[in-house]
């Protein structure tokens, strides 16, 4: 039998079928996951919406944050991009690789995150089979391989490697069994091709590497060890796409280092909603009476009429217009979990936790209630109460005593027998055996919600319930809710149990969820007086239970105070914010907001525009509207225009944000406006802004080309082409480009292409260079490299080399050397060098080498050492350390200390601790502590809390309370508490609390 084949068989037959818990009880045979999956979209994490937490995008922040505004075209040209194309939403998987390739899936429960891995894992191997170009798929469940790691003491995180990959297959089974059971078991020579074969993927680049579940590693060591062995998987073999899904809770940036950026799955919209369930009921639903009687009569299009009739009957008993009902149909879970009680009930929930009650309710009498014995069913031996707070009970000792959310059989069935016993003493105790007889039996049955993970393990199918059970137990007397608030309100392990908690009094009435938020606020913090942690997880469980208007009116005019007087908490509150949606309040609890609008501080200004827009309150309209028209600071005018987006009803902010558009003289307060336009926008701002691609002032053509860009829509296309070719200015013409490669649509390909080969202006040429980056394609990489070569003018050659290294072909690795070595142009070297770190090939280590000691431009030197830190090669490490010894421009040592942070070597501290202590440039300090925090070495602790405490540069505060952070050390909590409260630059006191909830919460909040 072929190896492969074996394998791309495995993958197939394991994720052809959707089928969990009580579905497949319904559904033996499972539903096709490729008929009834729906392409879920992500959004990019990234660009300013956390401006004072990334101060290391330094530039244009700088510019912001002091008030600077460029007036020059040729400074506004350069450092544009970064923030232009690194945000982006409703994003599909195929075109996510476009803008990298490692990524770390952020989902809430049940957004279907695994759900997709298996999708991809699915397709891929299909396209295998078909001899398709594709790459191979290798998916690994984070919490099997932890446990099977836990088995495997002597393996290093560097052994994490094809050999070990594929014992965890064969041992665990890694979703894809590779064991004796099966008839057509692998010989032993099949697993050492098989293994051949995972490490010649590796090695050429071709892997998909799917790793599914962080957030189920509950042991921190544990969790560190598997990151650090995927780390140094990827540091092996780079140029392979990487996919890792985590809750957000379980997730801090960083922990995987720098190479993994962040996307979150996004809700279904509503469109995808009607499709989930026109795919569900036609898969799901049984065949009518009348199909079974008169199936040539009953044809297609009657079959596609009557789902449609399902489907909207279904959508339309969800009132879009309330979020607490309609947040049941944002993720396929939830819509599979209510189009089930709808089909089964005839009744719909309240709310998230009443649609888990009733999956609870539906899963007993399917699997436990409907397969009892006759006699257990006569005699009511086990009701459905019983067997729901047994469960309940269940989920409570795997949640305190089992972080790895399963347990041996034996330790169920104590949990039962106890049950059991405080139910019906010693008199019952006859009736009582034959209870937990009986429950034994269903267990093993795999009846949905429990099943069986092998070694006589059991766990609950999906982390969700075993949350929403614990939190049930934990609510059946007021004496409990007491007891584990005041054990586990601060344990990252427990936040899902306390929102669901709060979720399930709140259902109950609203004084019961109001005494609940009131009952969190009992247990302070040790630092609640500085950092407010169980006012802020009390906030956060206002977005899953009712409360009374008094009780949400006092926590929200509480979070205004603390926002206003506390300004070192204001970016964390604002990320509590974004999560929770219809926020009661009376009106003047929004007041003290509207006067901290006129604050002498613009980043305080700047903040107060963003939590206006957030909450959507149509009496901040004209006071964000009069900040877009007025406010003096590009930050405040900016932060402005992005709020006026946030508002979904029509406004009249259209023609204000249009008037921005031409005549704002900041990139970025324009770039926002036009997010905006795009957000609100009802069919009256794109035809004028296509209207205004016609104004006879080349400025205004310009920024209305800059603004199509933004909008996404692929009716611009041919305006923009039009501008491209044939527009007058070249300030137009390249800004037509630019807007081309944002919208990324395969119809602008050509006449990039014609712009980069005709195209007079080598600005424009270069632009169109750069859009073509956007575009995966064997032509564009042709014409690319034939730009690199042979483009007389540097403006083309380096963007084409940029271009070169975001599509991360191997095919260009000789010419971007070529370029390295021989062009007489810096700006072409320098961009040479960043494309051979973004393609990670190792060839290109000794020509880095040698440029990053000999090159006579020092902005050529710092990329090709930035370049180094991303080749992860260790052979560079004595490079690098002579860099900082001799090297005598700043901006090289730093980016020096940068490469320095990605390389696991033990000779690097002492080095880098010096520099944070002596070096003389601001920016090499700041590098420096860093490095020391992505290295984590304890010897730093000392060094970087002197840093904090002493140094005069608040860029080297901030990087170094930073670090600190990384660092979890309980002993530098003075020093943070410190610069919270004492630190005269206020991006350092946010870094400092961002700093101690790491130390204190894991970043739980």
């Known amino acids: ?17 959707l089928a969990h818990g009580i579905f497949q009880n319904i559904w033996p045979q499972g539903l096709p996951l490729d008929e009834i999956y729906v392409p879920l979209t992500v959004r990019i994490e990234a660009g300013m919406a956390e401006l004072p937490e990334n101060l290391h995008d330094a530039e244009l922040q700088h510019q912001l944050l002091q008030g600077q505004e460029s007036k020059e075209p040729q400074a506004e040209m350069t450092g544009r991009e970064r923030y232009w194309a690194k945000s982006a939403s409703g994003l599909t998987i195929e075109r996510l690789w476009k803008y990298g390739q490692q990524w770390v899936l952020l989902g809430g429960p049940g957004a279907g995150k695994t759900t997709l891995l298996h999708y991809l894992a699915l397709t891929h191997a299909r396209a295998l089979q078909k001899n398709m170009q594709v790459r191979l798929p290798i998916y690994i469940n984070l919490e099997s391989f932890a446990h099977f790691w836990q088995t495997q003491p002597h393996y290093s995180t560097s052994e994490f490697l094809p050999d070990s990959i594929l014992q965890y297959l064969q041992q665990v089974g890694g979703e894809v069994n590779f064991s004796p059971s099966h008839e057509d078991e692998p010989s032993p020579q099949v697993n050492t091709q098989l293994a051949d074969i995972l490490q010649q993927a590796l090695q050429e680049h071709r892997a998909l590497l799917l790793f599914d579940g962080l957030d189920s590693i509950h042991d921190a060591a544990l969790r560190d060890r598997c990151c650090g062995a995927i780390h140094a998987l990827l540091q092996r073999f780079p140029g392979n796409r990487c996919l890792l899904t985590a809750r957000p809770i379980s997730y801090r940036p960083g922990l995987l280092g720098n190479n993994f950026r962040i996307i979150t799955l996004e809700a279904f919209t509503p469109l995808q909603t009607r499709r989930f369930f026109q795919q569900w009921l036609r898969l799901a639903s049984p065949k009518t009476e009348e199909a079974e009687a008169s ?65 609870i309710t539906l899963f007993i009498q399917h699997g436990f209630i409907h397969t009892q014995h006759t006699e257990a069913v006569n005699s009511a031996l086990l009701n459905i109460d019983e067997i729901r707070e047994i469960l309940e009970d269940i989920a409570l000792y795997i949640q305190e005593n089992r972080v790895d959310n399963r347990v041996p059989l034996q330790n169920i069935l104590e949990v039962v027998k106890y049950y059991l016993e405080q139910r019906q003493p010693v008199s019952g105790a006859l009736e009582n055996e034959q209870k937990l007889n009986l429950l034994q039996d269903l267990i093993k049955q795999n009846q949905g919600l429990l099943i069986h993970y092998g070694q006589e393990e059991y766990g609950f199918f999906h982390l969700t ?88 009116d006092q926590m929200f005019q509480t979070g205004v105070h603390l926002y206003l007087t506390h300004p070192a908490l204001q970016p964390a509150l604002i990320r509590l914010l974004r999560q929770v949606q219809n926020l009661r ?45 007025k406010d003096s600071h590009a930050l405040v005018r900016g932060k402005a225009a992005e709020a006026l987006g946030l508002f979904q009803q029509e406004t009249d902010a259209a023609p204000l944000l249009l008037k921005t558009l031409k005549e704002d003289r900041a990139f970025y307060v324009r770039q926002y406006a036009a997010h905006s336009l795009a957000k609100i926008d009802e069919g009256g701002s794109f035809p004028a802004l296509l209207a205004a691609v016609e104004d006879t002032d080349p400025l205004i053509r310009a920024r209305m080309a800059e603004a199509l860009g933004c909008f996404g829509r692929q009716e611009a296309v041919p305006f923009l082409v039009q501008l491209l070719s044939k527009d007058t200015s070249s300030s137009v013409r390249w800004r037509a480009a630019e807007a081309l490669g944002n919208l990324k649509e395969p119809l602008a390909i050509a006449p990039l292409l014609q712009s980069l080969k005709n195209e007079n202006s080598p600005v424009v040429r270069g632009r169109a260079a750069e859009a073509l980056g956007y575009f995966k394609s064997e032509t564009v990489i042709k014409k690319l490299l034939e730009a690199l070569e042979q483009d007389h003018y540097p403006a083309v050659r380096w963007r084409a080399a940029e271009s070169l290294g975001y599509l991360q072909n191997n095919e260009a690795v000789p010419s971007l050397l070529h370029a390295l070595k021989k062009d007489p142009d810096s700006s072409v070297r320098w961009s040479a060098a960043k494309a051979l770190g973004q393609i990670k090939e190792p060839v290109s280590l000794a020509m880095l080498l040698k440029v990053a000691r000999e090159d006579k431009d020092p902005s050529v030197r710092w990329s090709a050492a930035e370049a180094l830190g991303q080749l992860h090669q260790s052979e560079a490490v004595p490079v690098l350390l002579q860099i900082l010894e001799y090297e005598a421009y700043p901006l090289v040592r730093g980016k020096a200390c940068e490469a320095l942070g990605h390389l696991n070597e033990p000779s690097i501290t002492p080095m880098l601790l010096q520099i944070l202590s002596n070096d003389a440039a601001t920016s090499v300090r700041a590098q420096a502590a860093v490095a020391l925090g992505r290295l984590q070495d304890p010897s730093a602790l000392m060094p970087l809390m002197s840093a904090v405490q002493h140094d005069k540069q608040a860029k080297v505060r901030w990087s170094a309370a930073e670090a600190l952070g990384n660092l979890k050390n309980p002993a530098a909590i003075p020093v943070l508490l410190q610069a919270l409260h004492q630190d005269t630059e206020l991006t350092v006191s946010w870094q400092a609390a961002q700093a101690l909830e790491l130390i204190d919460l894991g970043g739980l909040l």
């Open 465 to 552: 319930f075993q949350e929403y059970l614990a939190a049930c137990a934990i609510t059946r007397n007021p004496v409990q809710i007491d007891h584990y608030l005041q054990r586990y309100l601060f344990n990252p392990h427990w936040q899902g149990i306390i929102r669901l908690a709060a979720a399930h009094q709140g259902m109950l009435s609203e004084s019961l969820g109001s005494a609940f938020i009131t009952m969190i606020q009992r247990y302070p913090h040790v630092r609640e007086a500085d950092m407010h942690y169980a006012f802020r997880i009390a906030f956060h469980c206002l977005r899953d239970t009712q409360v009374s208007l008094q009780t949400a």
């Open 585 to 629: 309040y009376t009106p003047a609890a929004i007041q003290p907001l509207f006067h901290a609008i006129s604050h002498p501080e613009a980043v305080v200004r700047a903040k107060t525009t963003e939590l206006l827009g957030l909450l959507r309150d149509e009496h901040a309209l004209q006071v964000l509207m009069l900040c877009v028209q």
């Open 1 to 17: 039998m072929d190896t492969l084949e074996h394998y791309l068989r495995r993958l197939i037959v394991r994720y052809q079928t």
């Open 295 to 359: 199936p040539a009569t009953y044809t297609d299009s009657t079959l596609r009429q009557r789902i449609q009739q399902q489907t909207e009957a279904l959508v339309s008993c969800i009132d879009p217009d309330s979020d607490r009902l309609f947040e049941n149909l944002s993720s396929p879970l939830l819509c599979t979990l209510l189009g089930l009680i709808q089909q089964q009930n005839q009744t719909l929930p309240r709310n998230q936790a009443d649609l888990y009650r009733l999956y």
